[in-house]
């Protein structure tokens, strides 16, 4: 069975740079939601789509955006990154139509930021 | 609102059972139970919408006390893949676009042989 596709696996960027983090959601699922997770942390919310258009916002920095395009997958841009940003990636997608299911995570993005 | 885990910890050894209860403050409209591997990405494992639903996977059950706003997760007979932090997740309503899960603070389970 298809599963939801992060891109990259891991990542390592100096202060100030940029990077961008893409996620493919499950086919026919519409929703996407991101989510931060630091070592021995909880995943913490930031940013979820439904239908390509923003759902709910969490505590995600000013200096992050997100996007869900026309075929459904999501970028989550981050820039003037800080150390702190370091961290594990989770996109995670559903079908909010039809029956409740639970959330298929990615395998994640690790952002090291040096 | 965060769910609250407990307990932080547990070390089992092989066949012993544990369960670990999650709680809100907040009316739960859906629990949801995952495992995490070091390392990897949460693993789904059971939902559960309604007060008094119980279900099962494999040795593992989950409950939810609606009345409480309490769900516990059962794992019985033990075993070394067991193993990970489980996290519970609530959602703040029953469905839409804003089905956002909070997750607690997970626990910690480590079976030895």
């Known amino acids: 069975a298809a599963g939801v596709i992060q891109s990259p696996r891991h990542l390592i960027k100096e202060k100030r740079e940029t990077a961008t983090l893409k996620c493919y959601p499950i086919p026919r699922h519409d ?3 991101w989510y931060q997770q630091g070592p021995g942390q909880d995943p913490q919310f930031l ?12 505590s995600i920095p000013d200096r992050f955006s997100a996007q869900q395009f026309s075929d459904y997958h999501s970028e989550l841009n981050m820039s003037s990154l800080e150390l702190g940003d370091s961290a594990l990636y989770f996109c995670a997608s559903i079908s ?3 029956a409740m ?11 090291t930021v040096v | 609102q965060q769910p609250v885990q407990s307990p932080q910890a547990v070390i089992l050894r092989e066949g012993e059972d544990a369960v670990i209860n999650c709680s809100s403050s907040k009316a739960l409209y859906s629990v949801h139970w995952y495992r995490q591997k070091h390392g990897e990405a949460p693993v789904f494992l059971m939902i559960l919408l ?3 639903e119980q279900k099962g996977h494999e040795k593992i059950s989950a409950s939810f006390n609606e009345k409480k706003q309490q769900s516990s997760l059962y794992l019985t007979a033990s075993q070394l893949s067991y193993s990970g932090t489980y996290f519970c997740g609530a959602t703040p309503r029953s469905g839409g676009s804003n089905y956002k899960l909070t997750f607690g ?9």
């Open chain 1, 31 to 33: 929703t996407v939601y």
């Open chain 1, 47 to 58: 940013i979820s789509f439904y239908e390509k258009m923003q759902s709910d916002k969490g």
């Open chain 2, 50 to 52: 309604k007060g008094g």
């Open chain 2, 105 to 113: 603070k997970g626990t910690l389970l480590t079976v030895n042989p």
């Open chain 1, 101 to 111: 299911e639970g959330y298929t995570f990615g395998s994640g993005t690790r952002l």
């Open chain 1, 96 to 98: 909010l139509t039809g």
